[in-house]
């Protein structure tokens, strides 16, 4: 993946199990920046808070993001459970956001799909 253009306030987080370092802008959540690196991040709500597919692990740097927020926390608690199975913090992709650097497991992040040239009918 070709990276955007860096800036020295970008955020660097590493993204397991895929293992790229995405740079995250001040105030990006997560979600928002694979995307604008060109990787497909699971969800099926869009930035809701509501399917809880964007759902990662922090590995590392759990202190760095921004503290959950009422509607990241609504979404959690209904995974309390599922979050006591795991050895590490839960956060959702749409709503995290970094301050500083991290790493995050996150299963499903791929390369997104390149778009197709428009054809005619016929090809």
Known sequence: ????????????????????????????????????????WPTRCRGQALCTACLFEVVSGDEEFDPVQPLEQEALESLSEFQATRRYPLRLGCQARPGGPAAVFKRGMKPADRPRPTTGFWG
């Open 1 to 40: 993946m070709t990276s955007p253009t860096e800036d020295a306030s970008e955020i660097r987080v590493r993204v397991l199990p895929l293992d790229v370092e995405l740079t995250v802008r001040p105030g990006e959540s997560m979600m928002a920046a694979a995307q604008r690196h060109g990787y497909f």
